[in-house]
């Protein structure tokens, strides 16, 4: 059974930076993994994905100004957080769903089953 536990979110100013982490336990090492966000009154969206090998994916509105990684025993995902804007303010969420060859993940929230219970991020401008 897979289990996951964001933590590091919290209220910044536009500009700066954050960095969310995700514990997982149980066997996580050959899944994709992923960051999600749901802003306040809207639809969950994907943030960025990875797979086993290390090779990510993000949303366009993203790009450039964050980074998804992991530990190398693969026990503790993370999002690196630049230059934050308010449109970031969100609840984000960890997820894990299973593996499509290991180099390659889907950003559709659909095909990941494990969540974590989400940390919120608050980004005033």
């Known amino acids: 059974q897979v289990q996951l536990v964001e933590s590091g979110g919290g209220s910044v100013q536009a500009g700066g930076s954050l960095r969310l982490s995700c514990a997982a336990s149980g066997y996580t090492h050959t899944y994709c993994m992923g960051w999600f966000r749901q802003p306040p009154g809207k639809e969950r969206e994907a943030v960025g994905v990875?797979?086993?090998?290390?090779?990510?994916s993000y949303a366009d509105s993203v790009k450039g100004r964050f980074t998804i990684f992991k530990d190398n025993a693969w026990k503790n995902l993370y999002l690196q957080m630049n230059s934050l804007k308010p449109e970031d303010t969100a609840m984000y969420y960890c997820?894990?769903?299973?593996?499509?060859?290991?180099?390659?993940?889907?950003?559709?929230?659909?095909?990941?089953?494990?969540w974590g219970q989400g940390t919120q991020v608050t980004v005033s401008s």
């Open positions: 997820a894990a769903g299973r593996s499509y060859g290991g180099t390659w993940c889907p950003t559709n929230q659909y095909v990941y089953n494990y």
């Open positions: 990875i797979a086993s090998d290390g090779s990510t």
